[in-house]
């Protein structure tokens, strides 16, 4: 299980993971890509959208899941819904 860490609950209706505090591995895509020459690493709904950073994010000690060893942006912010 990963767990969320969120800010804030003021916009949760747009957040796709909104009241939740884990989630599923398989719930969610690690994606990177290169911004200003660094590399940037981040996580989305594995559902199709147009998903931005809601100022959540993904932690988790459990060494299953490595990826969230150190803690990365959540992109489940619904830009259809903005």
């Not at 767990?3 to 690690?30: M, Q, T």
């Not at 959540?56 to 000690?61: G, P």
Request: net charge positive.
């Amino acid at each position: 299980m990963i767990s969320i860490y969120r800010s804030s609950e003021s916009d949760c209706p747009i957040n796709e993971f909104c009241n939740r505090k884990h989630i599923n591995h398989s719930e969610v895509v690690v994606k990177t890509k290169k911004v200003f020459g660094s590399v940037y690493k981040y996580a989305e709904p594995k559902k199709k959208g147009s998903w931005a950073f809601g100022g959540n994010i993904l932690y988790t000690s459990n060494g299953i899941f490595p990826e969230f060893n150190t803690p990365i942006k959540l992109h489940d912010r619904n830009m259809e819904l903005e």
